[in-house]
């Protein structure tokens, strides 16, 4: 099994691979935010094969195919030996209504439907007990951050899950959490087009070394460097990125030639434009790892080259230009500590 390197989440004791693997667009279809049919044997053989390539973690949530993505996770790792086995990571506080699938779910921190929600997920998941377990979003019922996450801390003292942290929450938010009990963690999108948790909340975590966690460093599919302008007006109505500002109109054209801008800083390093868009995210300081998707095998091999690669001053600049003359995206351009190489 390839060896890669590895970061530690915070305090929490779990030491991560750089890369971990994303199961959003494993539940299959027919929910509010699916990416369309997937088929269950091939995303069992992604998920497999993530882990015999070093991937030591596995990110998923109770919303992912409503459950399903949970249950494909468990199938996967069914036999393994504990050796061999991966951290898990699943994410709790968003219902949805069995009688309408597609119906958005709903943000719920009550904290009895927390504790129902995490028993449902260990039983999906075959586990006695969840490795991190994050609040998905701020949730809509008016619940007071307070007590949804007194509600994890109590989870954890009781030993149903290891680690808890917060997910898609502001530095305010994490300020108030901190008051009650350490978040191990955050998880928060980053990518070359949204760079917004580099403002505030990245240098907080890292000010105070809380494990960062960021997700869709390949902007859903945008910065693969092989998605187009014809992928995009072919999605079909059950992909949820049809739905999407960034996958339309001059906003798509920006991110494409963004893309496109990427590929001679990916044949510099022999390497693909998908593995520049995702080292390009673990290059900022208090990054422990980043979150990719897959849903083929063949999928993991494209992006997995990101574990090993270093952007140096060169590519940074080349990276910045492209950020500016584009105009994709929004956020800070370059990471912080980072010398322009060239004027």
């Known amino acids: 099994m390839p060896v890669l390197p590895t970061r530690p989440l915070g305090s929490?004791?779990?030491?991560?691979?750089?890369?971990?693997?994303?199961?959003?667009?494993?539940?299959?279809?027919?929910?509010?935010?699916?990416?369309?049919?997937?088929?269950?044997?091939?995303?069992?053989?992604?998920?497999?094969?993530?882990?015999?390539?070093?991937?030591?973690?596995?990110?998923?949530?109770?919303?992912?195919?409503?459950?399903?993505?949970?249950?494909l996770v468990a199938r996967a790792l069914h036999g393994l030996p504990d050796s061999d086995r991966p951290y898990v990571f699943t994410k709790c506080g968003q219902l949805w209504d069995p009688a309408d699938r597609g119906k958005p779910p709903r943000r719920v921190g009550d904290p009895a439907s927390l504790r129902r929600g995490v028993e449902a997920s260990l039983r999906r998941?075959?586990?006695?007990?969840?490795?991190?377990?994050?609040?998905?979003?701020?949730?809509?019922?008016?619940?007071?951050?307070?007590?949804?996450?007194?509600?994890?801390?109590?989870?954890?003292?009781?030993?149903?899950?290891?680690?808890?942290?917060?997910?898609?929450?502001?530095?305010?938010?994490?300020?108030?959490?901190?008051r009650l009990g350490w978040p191990d963690s955050l998880q928060a999108r980053l990518s070359l087009i949204d760079r917004q948790i580099a403002e505030a909340e990245l240098p907080w975590c890292q000010d105070r070394q809380i494990g960062v966690i960021v997700y869709s460093p390949l902007h859903s599919g945008l910065l693969t460097g092989t998605f187009s302008q014809a992928e995009a007006a072919a999605l079909p109505p059950g992909d949820w990125r049809v739905r999407a500002p960034e996958f339309t109109g001059e906003r798509l054209t920006r991110n494409l030639t963004l893309a496109r801008a990427l590929a001679p800083v990916a044949e510099r390093h022999a390497t693909t434009v998908a593995a520049v868009a995702i080292a390009w995210t673990l290059a900022w300081p208090g990054v422990t790892g980043a979150i990719v998707g897959a849903r083929q095998p063949a999928h993991v091999d494209g992006w997995l080259p990101a574990a090993a690669l270093l952007l140096d001053p060169t590519d940074l600049d080349a990276i910045h230009t492209a950020l500016a003359s584009t105009r994709a995206g929004r956020g800070p351009t370059r990471p912080p500590g980072t010398t322009l190489g060239r004027g």
């Open 12 to 71: 929490s004791g779990m030491d991560l691979t750089v890369v971990g693997l994303g199961t959003g667009a494993l539940g299959g279809a027919g929910w509010a935010f699916a990416w369309g049919h997937q088929d269950d044997d091939t995303s069992v053989a992604t998920i497999r094969h993530a882990l015999e390539q070093g991937v030591n973690w596995i990110d998923t949530a109770a919303i992912y195919g409503l459950g399903h993505a949970e249950t």
């Open 125 to 178: 998941l075959e586990a006695e007990r969840i490795d991190l377990l994050q609040m998905h979003h701020p949730p809509q019922d008016g619940t007071p951050l307070e007590r949804y996450w007194q509600t994890l801390l109590d989870l954890k003292a009781e030993g149903k899950v290891h680690a808890v942290g917060l997910s898609n929450h502001d530095h305010y938010q994490l300020q108030a959490a901190e």
